[in-house]
């Protein structure tokens, strides 16, 4: 009885949860990097549904004729191994289950190494992202401007990010636009994202990386040509420059609002050049706990260090929100 | 302030200023002496050492695995209780960032290494020797010792939140976080050096079962009548030996980076942390089917025993437990698609991941038609087997939905996933381990759990579990991610993570009714029950309730699988003639594996303090306890006629009279 | 565990318990070929980050090496001439031949620190380059069981000479004997994979 309620409220509790999932970001693409990958869930569901459903039925059914009642107490079951037939059915279904969801998995794979397909007259926007604790700094190279924690896109346009990182892993994710990827320092990994429309997205890293994960997000503002090309020439115009020094001392571990310049910091340095050097200072990482020996590259004792930063960096971090 | 004297910051050892642990720390405190006073009043101390300390007997091995492991439940399960109540609402503050991170870092590392696995290991234990007719493991005295680094093991990780400061990288404590360079504390170093001495206990329990299992079989049991219990843990020995010195490695290579500054993992002088995540995988994905695997051999005998019906589809169970540990060394890239490695090198782990499902289905199928036909009793172990299949099913397609490496680049690192392995962890691990304990418990103490709280705890942790996590995997396609500690209330996440929290109340109320059961049972439960309460099929079953210390009079002989069935039911080789009792060879107690869990448990300790002069003078322990074991030759002793004479026919006496308390 | 003693077979494996620790050591063998194949592994993902710091050819002594493959070669003969005599049940042949071969295997470890204490002055260390890291490591790791070998022999060497040719010192006897060939095969990977190949390279 009690079982056949919670097969009952199971099944119909899934759907319910469905319908209400129409609203969630990876069903509501606003690209065709999302969308193809939408279709590809899309595809996997109803397989796995049917599964579901298979087995499920199945299960209800068998449990519920063959359950122990007070009648059936003198029943022996009968003696039996198996039946090769049925053994061969239940191998070769799920196997034709799984060509099936292998194939379009694969196309898919493909697809999003490249540039979305339609779009591959539009000559692409690069932007290079370096992730760094606990902020996304934006590039863009061509325009010679950067953008920390947001980054402006022309709509309709590919972008190619060419993600790094400054220390720690991290993984870049704007789920309305397309799928994740890793960004690791002395690596470069791409990805491909194009929005359909001008609109404001969430981004945010996926990839713990010490206390203030939580709060690492982006605004992925995606805007019509002629408010992009201001956008940067404003920019152009009025942020101010960034240098050096102020550059390390950005990607200490903190939070930081939004910000913009006028320039990158790729004429310094490239996180994601195999020989570039690692400018993070294990001391700015202490915390509470016993502390262990930190060794130290020799090359970069050069950097100072500051101890009113390291007491800042501990009152922020259960940290406040970054700005947006 | 810095009190530094001999190199050692005496100051920074406790943590403080942090009022849950300094509950925490006041609670161990007062634990531990009670436990002393208690033992010290009872007078117990010599029985303690005596009867469990220093045992070698598989049965008692096995118990207190079992016991280690619902602590650690315990302790796990309040760790998630602890997140699910800090991220109940929208910026909530019962834990800041940082103990949120040590929280499910802890979590991970404990639920898996030091609770699922000791289970079921534990079970292990009690029922390998006895389903197969055999006294004992096949060393006995390594069997202590590997319970005993376990248990070195898990204490050390299990103090570090109070002493030194916890790991906070995760449970995958994925580099180059984990490392100096980003993690100066000593909390990770936690991690290397206390799952390197638990891992070496389990590598050494993989060899014992697999030398028991080829060796150690009675007359008659071919390889193909073993139950399927002993055949998922002939197969998962096999795997932890393959996979677990990979393990090893990455922790030492691990332990070497943090503690004497080489490169394996760093961002510096050419490591790479990739490197870290292959390693960690290789062994992480085989190491969920070394959980798994001696779980579907559970569920195969519960389900068979209660459904009156031998396994449906035996070979093919075989066929594709071997299958699933082949395939299992050959999916670890899932975990990390998103790392960039090309189309192709992501195709090909997407398929043979996908291709885990079609031996997996196999088994469903096999389960399903065991019972189909059957006589299905719904005793409470037997309503954890029905619950598995389909809370399994739903882990399973949501598996195979996060196999498809395209498909992934939105799921990966979200909720979906952490729901996803839990749909698989706690039915599969979870549902299994209560399944057998409700099961072999009359085994192991003669008297059983309560069937009626039994169901109680059936219920609510059923209901608790997928209240708690089916809105995970909606959180999850909504931009939910894992490890974060708090979200904005914008998010419009606060509804189902409200859901999902009242659901983990719900669980810890199913697992709070499981020890009420236990102390109730314990207290007040009939004595007087048969030695084969279940009507069931296995040897472990032909022998007295709680086993006689020698397992067997004369070791049974086996003519088919299913062996006590048809002994059962063709009525032979169950009476005991007296010509026929001889003289039992036993292995005498040793005191050595505790002293060693003592001896890994000092020079890890120093380890982790990064006081190596102190590490290197205390190994000298552990040395000494090598010497002492490659001299040591006792050979054990006999046990007399007239002993098990009296033994036998005491247990026999008492089938006679038993009350029935299942039908 | 019950002691019948089949005395058609050789002494190591007579009683049940003997063959089933000799089996239990050959999967722990297993296990360590997984260990050294991990090892070879993140050398072979290492090797070339070299991160500024010395190279293979600036840093390998390959006469060194030559003596040391030569010494650690020739031991796990004399460990089969050893065993030889044991099957022959001369106790003072196996101990003869057992002693010399650990004297080899000294060498061998006496040449290896050596070779390390030179790889330091070069300014080769552990923490220098991944490479280096990697090296040391894999090398250190065998260097580390031909050492805990050479004690445990020892012991083994003393239950002969205290106990006699029993079956249980026999077994001892031919498990370190496993336990030598085995090391001796891992330094052939060594020498083929990062001695020649480095050389090479
Ligand atoms: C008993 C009830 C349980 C509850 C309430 C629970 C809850 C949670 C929660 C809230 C998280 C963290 C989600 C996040 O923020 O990323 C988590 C992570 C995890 N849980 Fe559980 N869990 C339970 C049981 C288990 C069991 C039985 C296992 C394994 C056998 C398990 C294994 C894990 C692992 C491996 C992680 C990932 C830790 C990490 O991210 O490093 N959990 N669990
Ligand atoms: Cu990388
Ligand atoms: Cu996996």
Redesign the pocket.
């Known amino acids: 009885m009690k079982l056949k309620m919670l097969v009952l409220s199971l099944v119909t509790a899934v759907p319910l949860l469905f319908l209400s999932g129409c609203e969630m970001v990876v069903f509501q693409p606003q690209g065709p990097v999302a969308r193809s990958i939408m279709e590809l869930i899309n595809w996997s569901l109803m397989w796995m549904l049917l599964v579901v459903v298979v087995v499920f039925g199945l299960f209800g059914y068998i449990v519920w004729k063959y359950r122990e009642k007070p009648e059936n107490m003198g029943y022996e079951p009968p003696e039996e191994h198996g039946s090769t037939v049925l053994e061969i059915v239940w191998t070769a279904i799920p196997i034709l289950i799984v060509i099936a969801l292998t194939i379009p998995t694969v196309t898919t794979l493909y697809d999003l190494e490249d540039v979305p397909a339609g779009y591959e007259e539009k000559e692409p926007v690069v932007i290079h992202v370096t992730s760094a604790d606990w902020k996304w700094i934006f590039s863009y190279p061509e325009e010679g401007i950067e953008t920390i924690n947001y980054v402006n896109i022309p709509e309709d346009t590919p972008v190619l990010f060419k993600l790094t990182s400054a220390g720690t892993m991290q993984s870049f994710w704007v789920p309305a636009l397309g799928g994740q990827k890793y960004s690791m320092n002395k690596m470069e990994t791409e990805l491909y994202l194009v929005a359909d429309n001008p609109g404001s997205y969430m981004g945010r890293n996926t990839n713990f990386n010490g206390r203030g994960y939580a709060q690492m997000e982006f605004e992925v503002l995606s805007q019509t040509d002629e408010e992009y090309d201001a956008w940067v020439k404003e920019v152009k115009e009025t942020a101010p420059k960034l240098t050096e020094e102020k550059y390390m001392e950005l990607l200490k571990p903190t939070h930081l609002g939004r910000l913009t310049y006028s320039n990158t910091h790729l004429a310094w340095i490239n996180h994601a050049d195999h020989d570039s050097e690692l400018v993070t200072d294990p001391e700015d990482y202490r915390y509470h706990g016993y502390q262990g020996k930190i060794f130290d590259q020799e090359d970069k004792k050069s950097n100072e260090k500051d101890t009113t930063d390291v007491e800042n960096n501990e009152e922020d971090h259960g940290g406040d929100h970054s700005g947006h | 302030m810095e009190v530094t004297i001999v190199g050692i910051k005496w100051d920074e050892i406790l943590i403080t200023g942090d009022p849950i642990i300094l509950g925490s720390q006041i609670a161990i405190l007062l634990t531990s002496l009670g436990i002393i006073g208690g033992l010290t009043y009872l007078k117990k101390w010599k029985w303690l050492w005596r009867e469990w300390i220093t045992t070698v007997d598989h049965k008692r091995i096995g118990i207190m695995y079992i016991v280690a492991a619902v602590l650690m439940f315990f302790r796990?399960?309040m760790d998630?209780?602890m997140?699910?109540a800090q991220?109940a609402r929208p910026e909530m503050s019962i834990l800041d960032s940082q103990h949120y991170n040590e929280v499910?870092?802890a979590?991970?590392v404990i639920?898996?290494l030091f609770?699922?696995m000791p289970f079921l290991i534990g079970l292990m234990n009690v029922v390998i020797p006895l389903q197969i007719g055999a006294r004992d493991v096949a060393f006995p005295q390594l069997n202590a010792l590997s319970f005993w680094l376990f248990f070195s093991g898990a204490m050390l990780f299990n103090i570090a939140f109070v002493v030194g400061g916890a790991p906070d990288a995760?449970?995958?404590s994925y580099f180059p976080l984990a490392g100096k360079e980003f993690s100066p504390g000593i909390g990770n170093n936690y991690y290397a050096i206390s799952l390197q001495i638990a891992g070496l206990g389990t590598l050494m329990t993989g060899i014992n079962f697999i030398v028991t299992i080829l060796k150690m079989r009675t007359k008659g049991m071919t390889l193909m009548r073993m139950p399927m219990f002993t055949w998922t843990t002939l197969i998962t020995s096999v795997i932890i030996v393959a996979a677990f010195p990979i393990f090893t490695v990455a922790l030492a290579l691990m332990t070497f980076d943090r503690l004497y500054g080489t490169h394996f993992f760093t961002v510096a002088a050419g490591g790479s942390d990739m490197l870290w995540a292959n390693l960690f995988w290789l062994w992480g994905h085989p190491e969920v089917y070394i959980?798994i695997l001696p779980a579907f051999g559970m569920f195969s005998e519960i389900i068979s025993t209660f459904s009156r019906k031998q396994l449906y589809g035996y070979k093919s169970m075989v066929v594709s437990i071997v299958a699933i540990a082949v395939l299992s060394m050959l999916v670890w890239v899932h975990h990390f698609y998103t790392m960039g490695s090309g189309a192709l090198v992501n195709s090909f782990f997407s398929i043979t991941t996908m291709m885990i499902a079609v031996p997996t289905g196999v088994k469903m199928f096999n389960w399903l038609f065991t019972m189909r036909k059957g006589r299905i009793k719904m005793t409470t172990a037997m309503l954890w087997s029905l619950a598995f299949v389909p809370n399994f099913v739903i882990g399973g397609v949501t598996g195979v939905m996060l196999a498809m490496g395209a498909a992934d680049y939105q799921y990966h690192n979200t909720?979906f996933l952490?729901a996803h392995?839990?749909y698989v962890?706690?039915p599969g691990?979870?549902f299994a381990v209560f399944a057998g304990l409700y099961y072999w418990w009359p085994k192991m103490f003669g008297f059983m759990l309560n069937e009626k709280l039994g169901k109680w705890h059936f219920w609510l942790f059923v209901i608790g579990f997928n209240v708690?996590f089916m809105p995970m995997f909606f959180l999850g396609l909504n931009g939910a991610v894992?490890?974060?500690y708090t979200y904005s209330a914008e998010s419009g996440f606060a509804p189902l993570f409200m859901l999902s929290a009242v659901g983990?109340v719900i669980?810890a109320a199913g697992?709070a009714v499981f020890c009420y059961n236990i102390y109730w049972s314990i207290r007040y439960a009939d004595r007087n029950i048969s030695s084969d309460p279940w009507d069931a099929r296995t040897l472990e079953w032909a022998t007295s309730s709680p086993v006689q210390h020698y397992n067997f009079a004369k070791l049974p002989e086996v003519k088919s699988l299913d062996a006590f069935w048809y002994m059962k039911k063709n009525n032979e080789g169950i009476t005991l003639k007296d010509e026929e009792i001889e003289e039992i060879h036993m292995p005498s107690n040793s005191g050595l594996p505790f002293l060693m869990c003592v001896a890994f448990g000092i020079v890890g300790f120093f380890l982790i303090f990064e006081w190596h002069l102190l590490a290197a003078v205390s190994t000298v322990l552990i040395i000494a306890g090598l010497i002492y074991r490659s001299f040591d030759y006792n050979d054990g002793y006999h046990i007399h006629k007239d002993e098990i004479r009296k033994t036998e026919s005491t247990w026999k006496k008492m089938e006679g009279k038993v009350n029935n308390h299942v039908s | 565990m019950s002691a019948n003693v089949n005395t058609s077979l050789p002494l190591e494996y007579q009683t049940e318990q003997s063959r089933m620790n000799i089996l239990g050591f050959w999967i722990f063998l297993g296990a360590e070929i997984v260990l050294f194949a991990t090892l070879f592994s993140v050398y072979g993902v290492l090797y070339k980050n070299y991160a500024g710091g010395p190279t293979h050819q600036d840093i390998f002594m390959m006469k060194e090496v030559m003596i040391q493959t030569v010494l650690l070669l020739t031991s796990s003969f004399t460990m089969g001439v050893a065993i030889w005599e044991m099957r022959r049940n001369n106790k003072k042949g196996l101990i003869g031949w057992f002693i010399l071969t650990l004297l080899l295997g000294a060498g061998f470890l006496f040449m290896e620190i050596n070779e390390f204490i030179h790889y330091i002055h070069e300014g080769a260390t552990m923490q220098t380059s991944a490479f280096l890291s990697s090296l040391f490591v894999l090398l250190g790791t065998h260097g580390a069981h031909v050492t805990f070998g050479i004690f445990w022999a020892t012991m083994v060497i003393i239950q002969i000479a205290k106990r006699g040719l029993t079956p249980v010192t026999a077994r001892k006897t031919f498990i370190i004997g496993l336990y030598w060939h085995f090391l001796d095969v891992v330094w052939i990977f060594i020498f083929t994979f990062v001695y020649l190949k480095g050389m090479v390279l």
């Open positions: 796990g399960g998630g209780l997140m699910k991220t499910f870092t979590h991970g639920m898996i609770m699922a995760g449970w995958t959980v909720l952490v392995f839990h962890l706690i691990v979870v708690t894992r490890r974060a983990s669980l697992f």
